[in-house]
């Protein structure tokens, strides 16, 4: 059996269409109702017509991506309880319809971070950059987070005080505007285009959580999981944590959803296997500390979702995403593991045994140049990373000396 292939959609905002990821011969969408509000219930009507649409369009929805976590949820202010049962009250009109799984992140602030979103590869093709000393110059510099110097190492200051010294105005105005607003404009992000002095809001957006330490935002995860967690199970429903991206700690924020201790205490939380993950290699793979597929074994039957996607490490905790197959990541060895567990899951009964996987963002080539796309989703770029995917999932299941007889 092979892994179920889905691509993320947008819905009606997103330059690339329903009927051109048909083309691509996936068997599902993964998306979300991304005009509702963080906090506010998904009406049930909303979600049919989602998932009609899609089902016209020849697809399934089986996968939210992402079903947001309120700021209320994550720092525990006074609408923590209201916003939990509206989440609730979403994850039943979610189930009525047919969707299973639900994709979420417990980041602060920020739900990923590039500073170079054209980055070019040695082939002429587009990616992301994630530099690290080029988000301390951010940070420090045109951000001017106080005492943001004392959350870097003091070689890395040196390094974003030479690199924004290199920087024209107009250049540390894209850099923060990036930042800020075009990586999270798409994914319920909190500050709008519109605002004049979004680096304004956005300092008081850091700075509603100045009380939330690694300890206090654990247990907020911790009473969110308690609540939602016996909901997941009366709807047979699966909950799946993404992991920070990066995965070690930005503007000062904790992570708590980076490394392998974190996940034992997230699953020692809430012992339920509907209490799972989603599996996004790139993301784990930015903590170099991570071994991806000790943690793949070690969490397997946690695994509800994955996102496959190569990064190639560089200097200074920087990388850029490589694409699917080349980088730093073992795929070959990543897939092999997943095929394995879905492989133990049928032949031990497990009704919820498949897991959907979709190639994770897209190095932009060819005729994506022309089409517009959301960063780090372009079609063809997409599409390439998808038949990697195929390709590499038919010679492993081909091969009689790498699975087990049963695959």
Same mark, same amino acid.
């Given at each position: 059996?092979?892994?179920?292939?889905?691509?993320?959609?947008?819905?009606?905002?997103?330059?690339?269409?329903?009927?051109?990821?048909?083309?691509?011969?996936?068997?599902?969408?993964?998306?979300?109702?991304?005009?509702?509000?963080?906090?506010?219930?998904?009406?049930?009507?909303?979600?049919?017509?989602?998932?009609?649409?899609?089902?016209?369009?020849?697809?399934?929805?089986?996968?939210?991506?992402?079903?947001?976590?309120?700021?209320?949820?994550?720092?525990?202010?006074?609408?923590?309880?209201?916003?939990?049962?509206?989440?609730?009250?979403?994850?039943?009109?979610?189930a009525r319809c047919g969707v299973d799984t639900?994709?979420?992140?417990?980041?602060?602030?920020?739900?990923?971070?590039?500073?170079?979103?054209?980055?070019?590869?040695?082939?002429?093709?587009?990616?992301?950059?994630?530099?690290?000393?080029?988000?301390?110059?951010?940070?420090?510099?045109?951000?001017?987070?106080?005492?943001?110097?004392?959350?870097?190492?003091?070689?890395?200051?040196?390094?974003?005080?030479?690199?924004?010294?290199?920087?024209?105005?107009?250049?540390?105005?894209?850099?923060?505007?990036?930042?800020?607003?075009?990586?999270?404009?798409?994914?319920?992000?909190?500050?709008?285009?519109?605002?004049d002095d979004y680096k304004s809001k956005f300092?008081?957006?850091?700075?509603?959580?100045?009380?939330?330490?690694?300890?206090?935002?654990?247990?907020?995860?911790?009473?969110?999981?308690?609540?939602?967690?016996?909901?997941?199970?009366?709807?047979?429903?699966?909950? &799946?944590?993404? #992991?920070?991206?990066?995965?070690?700690? $930005?503007? !000062? +924020?904790?992570? /708590?959803?980076?490394?392998? @201790?974190?996940?034992?205490?997230?699953?020692?939380?809430?012992?339920?296997?509907?209490?799972?993950?989603?599996?996004?290699?790139?993301?784990?793979?930015?903590?170099?500390?991570?071994?991806?597929?000790?943690?793949?074994?070690?969490?397997?039957?946690?695994?509800?979702?994955?996102?496959?996607r190569n990064t190639q490490f560089l200097e200074?905790?920087?990388?850029?995403?490589?694409?699917?197959?080349?980088?730093?990541?073992?795929?070959?060895?990543?897939?092999?593991?997943?095929?394995?567990?879905?492989?133990?899951?049928?032949?031990?009964?497990?009704?919820?045994?498949?897991?959907?996987?979709?190639?994770?963002?897209?190095?932009?080539?060819?005729?994506?140049?022309?089409?517009? &796309?959301?960063? #780090?989703?372009?079609?063809?770029?997409? $599409?390439? !990373? +998808?038949?990697? /995917?195929?390709?590499?999932? @038919?010679?492993?299941?081909?091969?009689?000396?790498?699975?087990?007889?049963?695959?």
């Amino acid at each position: 059996m092979a892994l179920e292939k889905t691509l993320r959609w947008f819905g009606q905002n997103d330059p690339v269409s329903l009927s051109e990821i048909r083309q691509t011969g996936v068997e599902g969408i993964v998306t979300a109702l991304h005009h509702i509000p963080k906090g506010q219930v998904w009406p049930l009507c909303d979600i049919r017509n989602r998932k009609s649409e899609i089902e016209q369009a020849g697809m399934s929805w089986h996968v939210v991506e992402s079903l947001p976590i309120s700021d209320a949820i994550k720092t525990g202010s006074a609408e923590q309880a209201q916003d939990i049962e509206n989440y609730k009250e979403s994850m039943r009109n979610l189930a009525r319809c047919g969707v299973d799984t639900i994709c979420y992140n417990f980041m602060p602030v920020l739900d990923w971070a590039r500073t170079n979103l054209k980055y070019t590869t040695e082939t002429g093709g587009e990616s992301m950059l994630f530099d690290y000393p080029t988000f301390a110059a951010f940070d420090v510099f045109i951000l001017e987070r106080p005492n943001a110097e004392k959350d870097y190492p003091g070689e890395i200051v040196k390094l974003a005080r030479s690199a924004y010294g290199a920087m024209t105005e107009q250049e540390a105005e894209l850099l923060a505007f990036n930042i800020i607003v075009v990586t999270q404009g798409f994914i319920h992000g909190a500050i709008d285009s519109n605002v004049d002095d979004y680096k304004s809001k956005f300092l008081e957006y850091i700075n509603s959580y100045k009380h939330i330490d690694q300890n206090h935002l654990r247990e907020n995860l911790g009473y969110f999981l308690d609540e939602v967690i016996p909901v997941a199970e009366e709807l047979n429903m699966n909950m &799946a944590i993404h #992991g920070d991206d990066p995965s070690f700690p $930005l503007l !000062g +924020l904790p992570r /708590i959803v980076s490394n392998i @201790e974190d996940l034992k205490w997230i699953f020692n939380r809430q012992t339920s296997v509907r209490n799972g993950l989603t599996f996004c290699s790139g993301s784990f793979s930015t903590n170099r500390n991570n071994d991806l597929i000790k943690m793949v074994n070690q969490f397997a039957d946690r695994i509800h979702f994955a996102h496959i996607r190569n990064t190639q490490f560089l200097e200074n905790k920087s990388f850029y995403e490589s694409g699917h197959l080349k980088g730093s990541i073992d795929v070959y060895a990543l897939v092999k593991a997943l095929l394995k567990e879905q492989n133990r899951r049928i032949h031990c009964g497990r009704k919820d045994n498949r897991i959907p996987i979709r190639p994770d963002h897209g190095i932009k080539i060819l005729n994506d140049f022309k089409q517009e &796309a959301n960063p #780090g989703y372009p079609l063809i770029g997409r $599409l390439r !990373g +998808l038949a990697e /995917i195929e390709g590499l999932e @038919e010679g492993i299941r081909r091969d009689p000396g790498s699975m087990d007889k049963s695959t």
